[in-house]
């Protein structure tokens, strides 16, 4: 007769949170960790807002091929009036628009997928990139993360789940930070109040 091994350490085993719970909204927590990182964060009441500071980011920043992969991020934006998308490819682009599976804000984290971005690419080869987000995609912690994927696709998890904090960065050479080596150079978070 077999028998199993008991668990030497049974709180080892993730069923108690190592993190202590948040004393801040997700939304303030996000930020701060997001910015921390040198990730760029906006705020946006709702679309025609987010709409309103695209515009003007778009236009200080000079960026003339706007590329987004993502049909219904499109027809959502473009219904709000915004029309900077270009025909330009991702290789081509001076920056992608996404959209994300959540938000994690404990480490200010965005969780992206080949389901929600429509390919593995979208995010790591355009040298700027946008991620549009909703309030209602925050979550505190990575496992949360990882369990709204589940739910959400039950049982069809996506192929590819991405976790990106921040723009890449290595200081592999010389101990000197460098960012936009393996990634983008730089990452802006847009979250609309929905």
Not at 64 to 89: P, R, Y
Not at 126 to 134: E, N, Q, T, V
Not at 176 to 191: A, D, I, N, R, S
């Amino acid at each position: 007769m077999s028998s199993s091994t008991p668990i030497p350490f049974p709180l080892s085993e993730g069923s108690n949170s190592l993190m202590l719970p948040s004393t801040k909204e997700l939304e303030v927590q996000f930020a701060e960790e997001f910015t921390r990182l040198l990730g760029k964060f906006a705020f946006c009441l709702n679309y025609d807002e987010l709409v309103v500071q695209l515009d003007a980011l778009i236009a200080a920043r000079g960026w003339t091929k706007v590329f987004c992969n993502e049909t219904q991020l499109k027809q959502t934006l473009k219904a709000h009036s915004f029309d900077q998308f270009t025909g330009t490819s991702l290789p081509d682009c001076d920056v992608s628009i996404t959209t994300c599976e959540s938000l994690v804000a404990r480490t200010g984290t965005i969780v992206m997928s080949t389901a929600s971005q429509s390919g593995r690419t979208v995010s790591v080869y355009a040298p700027i990139h946008i991620c549009i987000a909703h309030t209602s995609q925050l979550v505190y912690d990575i496992k949360d993360a990882l369990q709204q994927v589940k739910d959400k696709y039950a049982g069809k998890i996506p192929s590819l789940i991405t976790f990106a904090t921040g723009p890449s960065r290595t200081a592999d050479i010389e101990k000197t930070l460098v960012v936009g080596v393996h990634g983008p150079k730089e990452v802006y978070v847009f979250l609309v109040d929905q």
